[in-house]
């Protein structure tokens, strides 16, 4: 009966994946889309495919947001927040 819990208690596990960007290129940058929709208040869906690039910054895991999430691009003046 020892041996079998032994056993059972030695466990290994798998490791996780190592988090690593993809290689997708961005084809809009956070600017140019806030460029092409600057009036405030007037909410378009966006209807084309475009491929943004950025790094989180703040999300509602952080307990600051509540289901956003803000990215900042690679200039890092530019932050963007959605839902």
């Known amino acids: ?3 079998v819990l032994i056993n059972a208690c030695n466990r290994k596990f798998d490791v996780p994946p190592a988090n690593a960007d ?3 290129d961005a084809t809009l940058s956070i600017m140019q889309l ?5 009036a405030i208040g007037d909410f378009q869906r ?4 475009q491929i943004i ?3 989180v910054i703040a999300d509602d895991r952080s307990g600051n947001f509540y289901k956003q999430i803000i990215i900042q691009d690679e200039t890092g003046n530019t932050g963007f927040a959605g839902c």
């Open 22 to 24: 993809p290689e997708i």
């Open 34 to 38: 806030k460029a092409r929709y600057s």
């Open 1 to 3: 009966m020892v041996i």
């Open 53 to 55: 690039s950025g790094v």
């Open 46 to 49: 966006i209807e084309d495919q």
